[in-house]
């Protein structure tokens, strides 16, 4: 179960789209000074950035508040698409990636790798995943 949870985690923080340029430039622009003060160490693309400030909301400017919330506002979306990915491939995650490490994206990889032997429910939502396993 642990691994079916890491893997659901890892998914999810590949998983999780950036946002737009115009919105990374205004991530920029408005908090500039918090991504350098609290997440440099973060690594870019997924929304990360985005992830971090909220999990910093107490120690940021209200403009960095704001903007990083605005551009939250797709993480449920991915989330609830990828929570289902989970579900319907969960044995086949446990089947063929129970030795694959979770993170950068090789739980995922490793279902498209397996693909021609996943379970059918499972070969049909991978490439819709695919989409949200975009940086």
Known sequence: MRLIF????ALLAIGLSSTAYAQGNKLETD???EIRAHCANVTPGGNRIV????AYEDKISPRCRLTAYMGSANLGV???ELQGLYKICSSDILQYCAKVPAGGGRIYDCLMTHK???TDACRD???AAQ???KD
Do not use: E, H, N, S
């Open 131 to 133: 989409q949200f396993m």
């Open 51 to 54: 992830a971090c400030l909220i």
């Open 78 to 80: 991915r989330m609830k």
């Open 116 to 118: 021609a032997t996943l």
């Open 125 to 127: 939502k991978v490439p």
């Open 6 to 9: 890491t893997a659901v985690a």
């Open 31 to 33: 908090c500039g000074a």
